[in-house]
């Protein structure tokens, strides 16, 4: 799989609670948006193929 580059634009709010997490559970913010990503398509069946 090619790496990709994504930028997303968040609120400082957003921020905030991505920097939170990421240093609560001791990874790096991308692996919160990662981990939140593929949450939020299992909870709305958008993996349900790949399950």
């Known amino acids: 799989m090619a790496k990709r580059i994504t930028f997303l634009r968040l609120s ?3 921020k905030e609670l991505l920097q939170r997490l990421a240093k609560y559970y001791n990874i790096a913010e991308a692996d919160v948006i990662r ?9 709305h069946k ?6």
Do not use: C, G, M, Y
């Open 12 to 14: 400082e709010d957003d």
């Open 35 to 43: 981990i939140a990503l593929k949450e939020f398509a299992r909870n």
């Open 46 to 51: 958008f993996l349900a193929d790949n399950e």
